[in-house]
């Protein structure tokens, strides 16, 4: 099979392409990535020289390069996206043109060129805050923030090609992805990063808000069944196996380094921040026999040592003027007082 990865040299499109080539030693893959300030060829490193993939820098929203990229390809799954809820609050413009028109542009092209399979890859995040129960698939689209309104808009654009074309596509909704290579923006590396330091932990508010984390492996899995045999015109959530307070994680990841709980910090909270997402699984379980198998007390104590021991991935990120530093100020200058 020919693959086409976008977002590939993201935090999970990385994990797949390697988890892909390494369970389908004979499959194609070509990577699509804008590398935009998230994207790190470096995260796939170990596959740049194989002979089964291929990588191509570009936009999913620039439908020459897409059809170039779409001869010969059988699937097509979409990772590329604008991911960080924080940088939606303070310009919304990315998340909508890569995607909502760039989802648009990519899923025409793959229809038109006759690509056989199309996984779309989303969030729960598109249900809105959940105090209590879980969200099944079929539950209303309830989002918070401009990324998450950006994510439930491109699965309504997807959901149309099947609804108007019954072309075969697939939607997954997954909760808080957690494990190596995660850009330190995002909460975990965040905090495991600036422990590193000797720098504050800025929690959001009480700390009380609740996360479902789920290691970037068993995501992978569950994406590899839902490309393999998920049913058309079909979502699916797919969830870890515990929810954790902000704060109880934040305490859990000082204990694990070593570090004193006084560099842990409030401060002023996420406007719109959903107290929790909780899909329901039963589903992907039922119909493709998946369960995650990372418990989130094993894989965090390997997220610890993998940061540990890979200081000069996210140095180099975190030194960037333009990407992460400039960001950073805006995000926590007024916060932490
Ligand atoms: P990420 O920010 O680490 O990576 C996104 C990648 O997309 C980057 O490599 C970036 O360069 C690329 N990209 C951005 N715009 C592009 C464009 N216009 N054309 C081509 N490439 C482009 O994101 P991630 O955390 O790996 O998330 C991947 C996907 O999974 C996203 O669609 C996200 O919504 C979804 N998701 C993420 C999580 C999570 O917890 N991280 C959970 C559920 C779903
Ligand atoms: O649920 C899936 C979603 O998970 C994905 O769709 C998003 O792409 C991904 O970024 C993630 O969204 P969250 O907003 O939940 O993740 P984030 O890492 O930004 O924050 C996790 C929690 O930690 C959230 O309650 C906000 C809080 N937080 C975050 C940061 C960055 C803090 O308290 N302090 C921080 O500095």
């Not at 976008?6 to 990577?31: C, Q």
């Not at 969200?135 to 989002?143: F, G, I, K, V, Y």
């Not at 515990?242 to 570090?259: C, F, H, Q, S, T």
């Amino acid at each position: 099979m020919k693959l086409l990865v976008t977002g590939g040299a993201g935090f999970i499109g990385s994990h797949f392409v390697r988890y892909w080539l390494k369970k389908n030693p004979s499959d194609r893959v070509i990577t699509l990535d804008k590398l935009t300030y998230a994207g790190n060829l470096d995260n796939l490193k170990e596959v740049l020289s194989s002979p089964h993939h291929r990588f191509v820098r570009g936009d999913i929203g620039h439908a020459p390069t897409v059809e170039k990229v779409l001869a010969g390809v059988d699937a097509v799954i979409n990772f590329a996206a604008e991911t960080h809820v924080d940088r939606s609050l303070l310009d919304a413009n990315p998340f909508l043109q890569t995607n909502v028109q760039g989802t648009y542009t990519l899923i025409n092209a793959a229809r038109t060129a006759g690509v056989r399979r199309f996984v779309h890859v989303s969030t729960d995040e598109v249900y809105g805050s959940v105090p209590r129960g879980k969200s099944l698939e079929t539950e209303r689209l309830n989002p918070t923030s401009p990324y998450a309104a950006s994510k439930a808009a491109s699965d309504l654009v997807v959901l149309t090609q099947w609804l108007t074309h019954r072309y075969p596509v697939m939607i997954t909704r997954c909760t808080n992805n957690y494990g190596p290579h995660q850009h330190p923006e995002k909460f975990l590396p965040l905090f495991i990063t600036n422990a590193l330091e000797g720098a504050p932990l800025p929690l959001y508010g009480r700390g009380l808000n609740v996360r479902n984390w789920i290691h970037v492996e068993d995501h992978c899995e569950a994406l590899g069944r839902v490309l393999r045999r998920g049913r058309a015109g079909e979502i699916y959530n797919i969830a870890g196996d515990g929810e954790y307070k902000n704060i109880d994680v934040a305490r859990r990841i000082l204990k694990l380094m070593g570090r004193p709980s006084t560099l842990m910090k409030f401060v002023q909270d996420r406007p719109g921040h959903d107290l929790r997402y909780a899909p329901d699984t039963r589903k992907i379980q039922k119909e493709l026999g998946w369960r995650p198998r990372v418990s989130f007390e094993r894989g965090l104590v390997e997220m610890v040592e993998w940061y540990r021991a890979h200081s000069a991935w996210w140095r180099a990120i975190k030194a960037k003027k333009n990407g992460f530093q400039t960001y950073y100020k805006k995000q926590y200058a007024t916060r932490i007082k």
